[in-house]
Every structure is written in C-alpha cells, then in structure tokens.
T-cell receptor, first 113, second 112 residues
Framework: NAGVMQNPRHLVRRRGQEARLRCSPMKGHSHVYWYRQLPEEGLKFMVYLQKENIIDESGMPKERFSAEFPKEGPSILRIQQVVRGDSAAYFC???????????FGQGTRLTVV | SQQGEEDPQALSIQEGENATMNCSYKTSINNLQWYRQNSGRGLVHLILIRSNEREKHSGRLRVTLDTSKKSSSLLITASRAADTASYFCATDENNAGNMLTFGGGTRLMVKP
C-alpha cells in the first residue's frame, strides 16, 4: 500500500505562470488536506476536500488558488499567476475519515523565479 | 502567540543526552500530535495523544499532555545524531479533525 504520493517533488515556475500540484491519497482514503510551509515555519492548513467536495477552504487565499478532488484521479492544487511569495513547500495529507490519523506526502517544493 | 507554539525554537545537544521540547496551545482539543521533519523532507508522524490521556510512550519518545495548562512536551531519551530534525506539534483546535494547526517547530541538532 503506497503512501500519499505527491508530484512533482520540485517545481520551478516563472512569475505569472500556473502551477499544478498533484496528490494521490493512500488507497482507501477519501479525505485530502493541503498545507503550505514557508521556509523555517510550520505548516499552515489551506483546504480540506472529500471526493468531489470542498469541505473547508478557510486557509486558502481567495484569489489565484483553487483545489479539486475529482471522483477519479488525484487531488489538484492549482495556483494561477504565481508570484515569488508563493514559493513554499506544499504538503498533502489523506485520511480514511475526517477524524482518523492523516498521513502526509513528501511535499512539492515550488520555486517561483 | 500562535496555537501550537513550540519552545525552544532551536536546541543543540550531544549524542546520548535527552532532548525536551514543549508545545503550548490555546483552544480546546481532542488530540495533539507530534511530527518530525528532516531537512527538506516530508513529515513523519511520531505520536498522537488524546485529550483524556496524560502520558504516552513510543520507544525512546515520551509525550505528556496537560490540558489544564494547555501544554505538551516531547522527550527524546538517549538522543542519536539521526534524531537531528525539526519537531512540530499539531492540534485539532475546536474539533477540527485533521485540519491541523501546527506550531513553528523546534529545530533539534544532536552532535555526535
């Protein structure tokens, strides 16, 4: 049973481009969470999704950021028109229910140049 | 200060010594978790302690929780160089389930 898989592991984008980050949850998990980690800081919650539904997006910036978790395929975190301040590590976690232990992926490190 | 604040922010010890890291939080919680993160890597779940538990052990790790003081501590005994990493506590404030609130972390360096 593979763990939470995130890809790419590293992503470089120029300012103004779009970044797409993918997360495949553990087998049997239908709850996905996205977090952002700035250098030398802890993780900050962004969005919580369950298959085809956004449950809570209170931590996600209102503009340029969107997330989805379609019926088939991985969850996608999309950042449009990236800026240097978007440079961070983005982590995905998954769980089988909303209250059971969440397992984290290795993260995607986004660098905006 | 933020929910789930750790102290100290950085800790340097010699191999074989014990390392103690503390975490404070503000709101009610159902559980508190500790994670380890090696430089540039993902998070590794270490231990979960529920609000009705006071102490929990896992190998060389000992976690305590004091809900009256809204604080927790992580003790690593007989530290090894491989324990060098950042350690984070995370809480499910206000029954938020896995929408965890992380502290800023303690950066532990264990010198061989």
């Amino acid at each position: 049973n593979a763990g939470v898989m995130q890809n790419p592991r590293h992503l470089v984008r120029r300012r103004g481009q779009e970044a797409r980050l993918r997360c495949s949850p553990m087998k049997g998990h239908s709850h996905v969470y996205w977090y952002r980690q700035l250098p030398e800081e802890g993780l900050k919650f962004m969005v919580y999704l369950q298959k085809e539904n956004i449950i809570d997006e209170s931590g996600m910036p209102k503009e340029r950021f969107s997330a989805e978790f379609p019926k088939e395929g991985p969850s996608i975190l999309r950042i449009q028109q990236v800026v240097r301040g978007d440079s961070a590590a983005y982590f995905c976690a998954s769980s089988s229910t909303g209250q059971t232990e969440a397992f984290f992926g290795q993260g995607t490190r986004l660098t905006v140049v | 200060s933020q929910q789930g604040e750790e102290d100290p922010q950085a800790l340097s010890i010699q191999e074989g010594e014990n390392a103690t890291m503390n975490c404070s939080y503000k709101t009610s919680i159902n559980n508190l978790q500790w994670y380890r993160q090696n430089s540039g890597r993902g998070l590794v779940h270490l231990i979960l302690i529920r609000s009705n538990e006071r102490e929990k052990h896992s190998g060389r790790l000992r976690v305590t929780l004091d809900t009256s003081k809204k604080s927790s501590s992580l003790l690593i005994t007989a530290s090894r160089a491989a324990d060098t990493a950042s350690y984070f506590c995370a809480t499910d404030e206000n029954n938020a389930g896995n929408m965890l609130t992380f502290g800023g972390g303690t950066r532990l360096m264990v010198k061989p």
